[in-house]
């Protein structure tokens, strides 16, 4: 596949979506951009629902690859979730088949396995086969978008990166994201990398920096050609002065999901 220079980027007034429109770009793309929102200073963005298939495939006509962030990033209700989530993507990856795109970079999270206890002491990293253990309906749309994806590869020979976010953020802002912390800059690196790198199938990695504290092997990011450049060790006195280490009597603190797999589901489904 040769490099792709047009690239979509779903949810890009969202928080990842403008950290991205901020870097992307120095790396030689040409952003198209859609959400469901305006963006300020953006009046060629595309405004339009993953659930408007027509849009959608109007939106992917031309371009070389799609950047996959939109969507709801939290917990939900299932019916919200089902929508944009379950029914966005597979709308998402149906416009892209049919428009002939041939690598998508999704934008999966650390919850598709959030009930995965996290690693302690001389714990191994989580491998990134570790079985999925989704943490809530959020989580359990991510674990649905990476089969989509496999999917997509064995029956139509579509590429998909599945990048499983931890915290993507300016700067960590807890304790527990001292562990699973991606900086904007090594996100934009890992994106680059999925979005370059040859012969992809359906390939899913961890997405974070390289902190002192990680909690899970970022082999198949590397293997992609991701060289992350940044560690949260820096933030670790501060953050852990004002809110102590991990507590291992703390269910909240027990799992890579951390709250989330505490979280009551919200109903009505
Ligand atoms: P965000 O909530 O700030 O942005 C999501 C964007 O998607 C919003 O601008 C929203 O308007 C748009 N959107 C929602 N429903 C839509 C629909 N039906 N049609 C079109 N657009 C819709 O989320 P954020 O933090 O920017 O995350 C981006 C993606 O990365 C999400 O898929 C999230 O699940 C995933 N992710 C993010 C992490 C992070 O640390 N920021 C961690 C793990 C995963
Ligand atoms: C996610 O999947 C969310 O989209 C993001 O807002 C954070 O909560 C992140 O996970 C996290 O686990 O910190």
Known sequence: MPAPRTVLLTGAAGGLGTLMRGLLPAYGYE??????????????????????????????????????????????????????????????????????????VFASSNHAVGFTPRPRGDDPLIPIDTPRRPDTFYGLSKSFGEDLAQFYWDKHGMETVSVRIGSCFPEPTSVRMLSVWMSPGDGARLFHAALTAEDVQHTV???SSANTRVWWDLSTARALGYEPQDDSEPYAEKLVAEQGELDPENPDHACLGGHFVTKPPIWPH
């Open 205 to 207: 990695v961890y997405g």
């Open 31 to 104: 952003l198209r951009l859609i959400d469901l929102r305006p963006i300020d200073g953006e009046p060629d963005a595309i405004i339009a629902d993953l659930g408007d298939r027509e849009a959608l495939r109007e939106a992917v006509r031309g371009v070389d690859a799609i950047i996959h962030l939109a969507g709801i990033s939290l917990e939900s209700s299932f019916d919200k979730i089902l929508k944009a989530n379950i029914e966005g993507t597979y709308n998402l990856y149906e416009a892209a088949r049919e428009e002939g795109v041939e690598r998508i």
